[in-house]
């Protein structure tokens, strides 16, 4: 009985290892409204439309699966018209409402560890603009994670063609992953490892 109780334990320590080994995540949005100005940006009423490989799954689509909504740091160069450089800090989360599969409640929650707001010309004069941006946070589930995320406006048709304190999403697409994935594969093996020590020993006993 100790025996399996031992042998247990230690595998028990692997297995959440081993699940994380395939853990890259990707999440799409759309719709919504990118607001703000010198203290920084936000996003609100934006719908997630679909994840891949969240919790070792495949790709879930849906007309909408949760939301994706962001705060980031002030603008610490240039500005919002323009695009500059934004501070860290602020937050970036990822809710699901259950439909497809999708859990309920948080699925990434973090903040920004840099930011750019890049502004870009169409022909017409014209202007759309691009947060590119890196993130780190948790999954639901507690799992450390980092990433990135791009947020594409449409183009901007009034004010000149700048961004003058809103324009409405186009799309997002964010991708984060477990850190050292082949770190953790190579602690995970070496535990699967022990226990294989261990259950010589104790049949020797």
């Known amino acids: ?12 320590l692997a297995l959440p290892l081993a699940a994380f ?12 409204t990118v607001s703000g100005g010198a203290s920084g940006l936000s996003l609100s009423g934006s719908t997630l439309m679909i994840v891949n490989g969240l919790y070792g799954g495949g790709v879930i689509n849906g007309s909408n699966l949760g ?22 800090g602020g937050s ?3 809710v699901g409402n259950g439909m497809n599969g999708v859990p309920t409640g948080t699925i990434f ?4 560890t840099s930011a750019k707001w890049e502004m870009n010309t169409l022909a017409n004069g014209n202007h759309w603009y691009d947060l590119k941006a890196s993130i780190s946070g948790n999954f639901g589930n507690g799992a450390a994670a980092q990433g990135g ?8 048709d009034t004010h000149e063609g700048y961004f003058n304190g809103s324009a409405s999403l186009a799309s997002g697409d964010t991708g984060v992953s477990v850190p050292e994935p082949g770190t953790l594969s190579l602690l ?18």
């Open 1 to 12: 009985m100790v025996k399996k109780v031992l042998l247990l334990a230690v595998l028990a």
């Open 21 to 32: 080994a395939d853990s890259n995540v990707d999440f799409t949005n759309v719709g919504g």
């Open 67 to 88: 939301s994706v909504s962001f705060t980031t740091g002030a603008f610490v160069s240039g500005n919002a018209q323009t695009g500059g450089i934004l501070a860290p």
């Open 92 to 94: 970036f989360t990822i």
């Open 109 to 112: 929650s973090g903040t920004f």
């Open 149 to 156: 995320t791009s947020q594409i406006t449409f183009a901007v």
């Open 188 to 205: 995970g093996t070496g535990l699967i490892g022990l226990a294989g020590v261990l259950r010589r020993k104790l049949n020797l006993v």
